[in-house]
C-alpha cells in the first residue's frame, strides 16, 4: 500500500462506547496529525506528533486521546464523545525539517456518528 | 497572527465555464508556503500545488492556473473548461508549522 491509510472509513458508536481510529502511513514521514472536519466549519488541527512525539495539542477534551507508537502508525482512541463530536476525522503526514515539497498527504478520513 | 480568507463560500459554473477561486492570505512573516487542496466528495484532501512567499511566477497545469500576487496577499486558482468531475470543496492553505485552512470554497459544476 502507499499513502496515507485510514481505518475504519465510517464508525457510529454511542456515547458510552469506547472505540480506536487508526491512521498508517506508507512514505517514510517523521509527522503525523489528527484533523478534525465538522459540518460548516474550518478544518481544526487536533494533534501533531513529530519523531513520535507529541509536540501540539489544541485545546482538545480529554476524551480524545492519541498514540503514536512509532513514525507509521497513529490512533485516536475516543471514549464517552457527545453528539457534536460527530465530523470527518482526517490524518496526515509530512517530512518535517525537510522541504515539504507536495505539503501534507491526507488519508481519506474517517466518518464518526455519535448518536 | 495568520489570517486565511476564501470569500466565496460556494460557486456553480455550468460545465465548460472557467471559474477563479480567491484566496487572500495574511501573515507578517515574509517567508511561507500557500497550498491549494481539493476535498472531492469521498472526503480526502488532494494536493494541487505549492507556492512560496518568494516565487511570484504563475503556474499552469492543464486546465488549472495560479495567480500569486504578494504584493496583496492573494492566490487565485483558475479552472479552465471547468468538467463536473471539479465538484469539489477547494481549500487554500498556508504553511507555517502546521497548516491553517480556511474555510474552503464549494464548487458545483452542473453538466
Known amino acids: 500500500e502507499t499513502g496515507v491509510t485510514q481505518t475504519p472509513r465510517h464508525l457510529v458508536m454511542g456515547m458510552t462506547n469506547k472505540k480506536s481510529l487508526k491512521c498508517e502511513q506508507h512514505?517514510?514521514?517523521?509527522?503525523m496529525y489528527w484533523y478534525k472536519q465538522s459540518a460548516k466549519k474550518p478544518l481544526e488541527l487536533m494533534f501533531v506528533?513529530?519523531?513520535?512525539?507529541?509536540?501540539e495539542n489544541n485545546s482538545v477534551p480529554s476524551r480524545f486521546s492519541p498514540e503514536c507508537p512509532n513514525s507509521s502508525h497513529l490512533f485516536l482512541h475516543l471514549h464517552t464523545l457527545q453528539p457534536e463530536d460527530s465530523a470527518l476525522y482526517l490524518c496526515?503526514?509530512?517530512?518535517?525539517?525537510?522541504?515539504?515539497?507536495?505539503?501534507?498527504?491526507f488519508g481519506s478520513g474517517t466518518r464518526l456518528t455519535v448518536v | 497572527a495568520q489570517k486565511v480568507t476564501q470569500a466565496q463560500t460556494e460557486i456553480s459554473v455550468v460545465e465548460k465555464e472557467d471559474v477563479t477561486l480567491d484566496c487572500v492570505y495574511e501573515?507578517?512573516?515574509?517567508?511561507?508556503?500557500l497550498f491549494w487542496y481539493k476535498q472531492p466528495p469521498s472526503g480526502e484532501l488532494v494536493f494541487l500545488i505549492r507556492?512560496?512567499?518568494?516565487?511570484?511566477q504563475n503556474e499552469i497545469s492543464g486546465r488549472y492556473s495560479w495567480n500569486f500576487q504578494k504584493s496583496t496577499s492573494s492566490f487565485n486558482f483558475t479552472i479552465t473548461a471547468s468538467q463536473v468531475v471539479d465538484s469539489a470543496v477547494y481549500f487554500c492553505?498556508?504553511?507555517?508549522?502546521?497548516?491553517?485552512f480556511g474555510p474552503g470554497t464549494r464548487l458545483s459544476v452542473l453538466p
Open positions: 496526515a503526514s509530512s517530512q518535517v525539517g525537510g522541504d515539504l515539497n507536495y505539503g501534507y498527504t
Open positions: 512514505l517514510g514521514h517523521n509527522a
Open positions: 506528533y513529530s519523531l513520535e512525539e507529541r509536540v
Open positions: 501573515t507578517r512573516d515574509t517567508t511561507y508556503y
Open positions: 507556492r512560496n512567499s518568494f516565487d511570484e
Open positions: 492553505a498556508p504553511l507555517r508549522q502546521n497548516f491553517v
